[in-house]
């Protein structure tokens, strides 16, 4: 590709603002160097055009939750011989773990390298990359993606969770990521002691790393976190071999078991969040917590319906996820608006979620000086997308509803099927 490059199209639209007419980029050295009409770029820069007549310009997506160490197991489950029929949310989770127990580590690079494939044929050029295991970090380094990278921390007994937290941040803090930012990712409230807690917060703050923690997911997890009981504390403890890692009764919420321990800051991004009270949501805007929701799947997952009025009601900060695979159907967060929409339609309009995948992701992720929006001095993340004709008139509900992905861009690179 040339040095510079004017990429121009019937409307440049960006979250927040109007749309473009016959709006345009200058792409130079991987990020965008100017905005404009194509007039207005073609009198300042002799440079080559590439024109997209009927199509939008808009921003590449920004997924704030994925794991995409689990892209393959749709096919894992089965090569594994597994009996996968979770009935349940627990049930869900003891087989995911089943599934894992059947692999090698040579099953996770392919799988990784699908899920960017994914990604990036769908629009999205950011992620929010939950990763268990910090050996496949040069994966994400050579990718043309960017996003944060969160190491995840989970365990128990003394020995393995110290393990477990030496080297998520160690390799946080000293690893060449490449486009990436890292973060830490305590797992979950109840798959963490919480004598551990305070840990985590400590390293959190020496290295200055942001947290992205699932809260809330499923009711399982409320009465686990609240009064020790639940399907958590009679199947799946006695499964991972932690039943003498049960307390006693706490009676508070997983959000307020965190809070406690100072976990919930604005470098916090809480996932889920479908089993949140009033008290819980008013900590979380207290605090300055964005908030990712995966709602296609927790449907799939059938653990119920983040309480998104109640969000917006309080002004928390809104980012959509695609989770994994192994609980969703794609990685397109095309789809994911638009389920959403049917889920929410009385709550979250297009302009809504085209801002919760474009700058109100980059923003969750601690991200948006370099992506989610077309500015001078960003990466030169976007995506080219089919639109059906009209004018301005419902043109932002047309391109959420209607529009197709034609052309996608990773810091001025043209992805091509490779990542």
């Not at 929010?128 to 970090?137: F, K, M, R, S, V």
């Not at 390293?203 to 790393?209: E, I, P, R």
């Not at 397109?332 to 309009?349: G, I, N, Q, T, V």
């Not at 509803?401 to 490779?418: C, D, L, N, P």
Request: net charge negative; with cysteine; charged share 20%.
């Amino acid at each position: 590709m040339p040095e510079s490059t004017i990429h121009a199209a019937s409307w440049l639209i960006n979250p927040d603002a109007p749309p473009v007419a016959g709006g345009a980029l200058l792409i130079r050295d991987g990020k965008v160097a100017a905005v404009g009409t194509l007039s207005e770029l073609r009198r300042a820069h002799f440079v080559p055009v590439a024109e997209y007549p009927g199509s939008a310009i808009i921003p590449g997506f920004v997924n704030a939750h994925t794991h995409l160490e689990l892209t393959h197991f749709p096919s894992w489950h089965l090569r594994t011989n597994i009996d996968y029929h979770p009935r349940s949310f627990t049930d869900w989770i003891i087989q995911i773990i089943k599934v894992a127990r059947g692999l090698t580590p040579a099953d996770y690079p392919p799988s990784v390298h699908e899920g960017m494939r994914m990604c990036l044929e769908s629009g999205t050029t950011a992620i929010g990359e939950i990763l268990t295991n910090p050996a496949l970090t040069p994966l994400y380094k050579a990718s043309v993606m960017t996003g944060r990278l969160y190491f995840e921390v989970l365990g128990q007994g003394r020995t393995r969770f110290g393990e477990k937290l030496d080297a998520a941040t160690s390799t946080a803090a000293s690893a060449e990521t490449g486009a990436m930012t890292t973060g830490l990712s305590p797992h979950t409230p109840y798959t963490i002691g919480e004598e551990h807690l305070h840990r985590i917060r400590e390293a959190a703050s020496k290295d200055g790393l942001p947290l992205a923690i699932h809260i809330s997911e499923s009711a399982a997890e409320t009465d686990l976190i609240f009064d020790s009981s639940g399907p958590l504390a009679t199947d799946f403890y006695p499964f991972a071999g932690w039943e003498r890692y049960l307390t006693p009764p706490r009676r508070c919420s997983s959000t307020e078991l965190m809070d406690r321990h100072g976990l919930l800051t604005p470098a916090t991004l809480a996932v889920h969040c479908v089993h949140v009270t009033l008290a819980d949501a008013r900590i979380l805007k207290e605090r300055g917590v964005s908030i990712a929701i995966c709602p296609r799947s927790n449907e799939q997952l059938d653990v119920g319906r983040a309480p998104v009025p109640l969000f917006k009601k309080l002004g928390i900060p809104l980012s959509l996820g695609t989770d994994s695979l192994a609980s969703n159907d794609s990685l397109s967060l095309w789809d994911e608006m638009r389920y959403a929409l049917d889920a929410f339609p009385h709550d979250l309009a297009p302009a809504d979620l085209f801002r919760m995948v474009t700058c109100g992701g980059a923003s969750a992720l601690g991200i948006s000086t370099s992506c989610g929006s077309l500015e001078v001095g960003k990466r030169a993340d976007f995506q080219v997308v089919g639109i059906i004709g009209g004018g301005e008139g419902g043109l932002l509900e047309r391109l959420v509803q209607t529009g197709s992905v034609q052309e996608v861009y990773a810091g001025g690179e043209r992805f091509v099927g490779k990542v």
